[in-house]
């Protein structure tokens, strides 16, 4: 199964809602994309940057686990979010 764009935008704002309240993940974040507090605030909807954020959730088995117990998400949507994000079709995840 697939997610529609709407849905994939839906999922990476609940990723940057809860990476916005890791207190100790979101430096995290920051301190590998670079970004500071007011890029964070102003990309917010911005597809790219959702692509980003999961992305780097992503990256660790147990973020991913976190962010969907947390968000009530089943544990491959935000995979399938990030597919349908810019840049998903091209993702190789081996």
Same mark, same amino acid.
């Given at each position: 199964?697939?997610?529609?764009?709407?849905?994939?935008?839906?999922?990476?704002?609940?990723?940057?809602?809860?990476?916005? =309240?890791?207190?100790?993940?979101?430096?995290?974040?920051? #301190?590998?994309?670079?970004?500071?507090?007011?890029?964070? $605030? @102003?990309? !917010?909807?911005?597809?790219?940057?959702?692509?980003?954020?999961?992305?780097?959730?992503?990256?660790?088995? =147990?973020?991913?686990?976190?962010?969907?117990?947390?968000? #009530?998400?089943?544990?491959?949507?935000?995979?399938?979010? $990030? @597919?349908? !994000?810019?840049?998903?079709?091209?993702?190789?995840?081996?």
């Amino acid at each position: 199964m697939s997610l529609s764009r709407s849905a994939a935008e839906t999922v990476g704002l609940q990723a940057i809602a809860w990476l916005a =309240a890791d207190e100790d993940l979101l430096p995290v974040f920051m #301190g590998a994309t670079g970004a500071d507090e007011e890029a964070f $605030r @102003a990309h !917010l909807s911005d597809p790219s940057f959702q692509a980003s954020v999961l992305d780097f959730v992503l990256m660790d088995d =147990a973020w991913i686990r976190k962010f969907c117990d947390a968000s #009530g998400l089943d544990y491959d949507v935000p995979m399938q979010a $990030r @597919a349908a !994000l810019p840049g998903g079709q091209n993702v190789h995840w081996t």
